[in-house]
């Protein structure tokens, strides 16, 4: 059709995604880790800066008004169902577990169960102890030289923890760091280029 005409390879992606997206055929880690991808400039910076503000290892809580749907076709500019254009946006804040359980556990209960899984992890992450059979088998330690945590919660009520490389190197990272000095949310949108 008329987006084969214009660009080809956003043509190619996203002709193909939408089909499997209406077929319903899509992967939520796969969204995720695209949405993940898009925003790692601005998302691992923020992350250094924080936890080194913080002292302690904490994590990042990627929270969006959008469903996870709403992502599947991140290329795209419009919803193909509705016509409508996309106005997915995403909202960082930075929590150690202590904050987490305070504040967010207390406006909402429904993540208690959340807490648990973040302080594991968070415990690992800071000893470097292996999180799990699929970390042994990859023979990565979990630590916070190497990796970050986000955990991300979409609208639809889905939510999913996320152990991520340092993408630029944490060196690069602790570089830009400076940028979000001092800031303990930011938002960004998806769709401004």
């Not at 992450?125 to 919660?153: I, M, S, V, Y």
Request: glycine share 4%; with cysteine.
């Amino acid at each position: 059709g008329e987006c084969q005409k214009q660009n080809w390879k956003q043509h190619k992606l996203v002709c193909e995604r939408t089909k499997r997206a209406i077929a319903g055929d899509w992967s939520p880690k796969a969204t995720v880790a695209r949405v993940l991808r898009r925003i790692r400039l601005y998302a691992t910076p923020f992350a250094c800066a924080n936890e080194h503000a913080a002292g302690q290892p904490g994590f990042v809580f990627l929270q969006t008004p959008c469903t996870l749907q709403d992502f599947v076709l991140l290329e795209a500019k419009c919803d193909p169902w509705t016509k409508k254009a996309f106005n997915r946006m995403v909202i960082l804040n930075y929590f150690t577990l202590g904050d987490f359980k305070e504040s967010v556990c207390e406006a909402d209960a429904s993540l208690l169960p959340v807490a648990d899984a973040l302080s594991s992890a968070l415990t690992q992450r800071a000893t470097g102890k292996q999180k799990d059979e699929a970390d042994k088998a990859e023979g990565t330690p979990f630590n916070t030289e190497a990796h970050w945590l986000c955990l991300c919660k979409f609208r639809c009520g889905k939510l999913m923890l996320v152990r991520l490389p340092w993408v630029p190197d944490k060196a690069i990272c602790r570089s830009l760091a400076s940028d979000y000095a001092g800031k303990d949310c930011i938002q960004l949108n998806l769709e401004e280029e």
